[in-house]
């Protein structure tokens, strides 16, 4: 079932995310952070598993029509049972819902986008107020990641 995030979900998004974290592969992000975004949050929670998430996916709004996909996780042992891609398109369903126009995610795995329609764009076209996250990667200001966007009609 996927469900919007609540309070008793902070501590395994976080945990979820700094997993992905210590490999490099998403942003750490405190636990005040979570709390103060948890609304932004769908998990994918499980039926039965010693944890009862096995994947989250944040949709935040970033600017006039504009939203991001971010933190977008699923626990090892349940990747590519298309959890990843439940997650994302909920949060679009939910972007379309809210009168976005465009969505965002910055990502290692430009791929997985491309085929939910996603197309791979400039980080330069994105506006700075995306950037504020960014400053608490130690990867900035030499991101790796690729920008995938994708247009809702």
């Known amino acids: 079932m996927i469900r919007k995030a609540i309070n008793r979900d902070a501590k395994q998004i976080q945990a979820l995310l700094n997993y992905y974290g210590e490999k490099g592969l998403l942003l750490s992000r405190s636990l005040s952070e979570i709390y103060a975004h948890l609304r932004d949050f769908w998990v994918k929670e499980n039926s039965g598993g010693e944890s ?12 006039d029509g504009l939203g991001e996909i971010r933190s977008l996780a699923v626990q090892d ?10 997650l ?3 949060c679009l369903e939910e972007a379309m819902s809210l009168g976005l126009k465009r ?9 997985f986008f491309i085929k939910k329609g996603f197309r791979i764009v400039d980080k330069s076209i994105l506006p700075h107020k995306v950037w504020a996250h960014c400053i608490n990667c130690p990867k900035f200001p030499q991101c790796d990641e690729q920008a995938v966007m994708i ?3």
């Open 52 to 63: 009862p998430l096995s994947g989250i996916c944040a949709l935040e709004i970033c600017w």
């Open 103 to 111: 969505v965002f995610a910055l990502t290692y795995i430009p791929d």
């Open 151 to 153: 247009q809702l009609d």
């Open 77 to 86: 042992r349940y990747q590519g049972k298309g959890i990843g891609s439940e």
């Open 88 to 90: 994302v398109k909920v």
